[in-house]
């Protein structure tokens, strides 16, 4: 009993490792029901980049471009998202900001090498949706920063997806 106890402990635990990166969260709910979620390939950048002006310096500095939204109607469903994208913010990403209202949460963190920001991450939940917005590259942490103050991120987020010609819910890549 107890070495079968043990075995499950260590499937759990692995399966909620297996979690903490971008690769294998977006892997793992591409396909769930309701997500839509996108992956923009490098030609379509200068499509992207015209959301704003203050976006296309960004994105002519990435390298991976992805966006997820998916439904967060229950407290279940927000308790969940919340605690995965907690997992991503505490294990390698150092947190820049984060804004709690009960449930509700917009937090941005980020990687860093040395003087360059490597990746931003972008997490917003308002109780009815939750979305991700991840890029990978080489930016300016100033740069980062001043978007992060002007919430210019979000504008990105609400913007990409008519911006892709995706305007249809529960499109998947």
Known sequence: MKKLFSILCMGLLSACGSYNS????????????????????????????????????????TRDLRYMQFPSKTESQTRFLNTQMNNFA????????????????????????????????IYNNDNATGSFLYFNGNFDPLKVRELAKNNQFEKFSKGLIPQMGLATPGITN
């Open 22 to 61: 971008i690769d294998s969260f977006y892997e793992a709910h591409k396909n769930d029901n309701q997500v839509t979620a996108i992956r923009v390939p490098q030609f379509m950048f200068s499509l992207v980049s015209e959301i704003s002006p203050e976006m296309k310096s960004l994105v002519g500095n």
């Open 90 to 121: 505490t294990s390698s990403f150092i947190e820049v900001f984060r804004k709690n209202d009960e449930l509700k949460r917009n937090i941005i963190s980020i990687r860093e090498k040395r003087d360059v920001v490597k990746e931003i991450l």
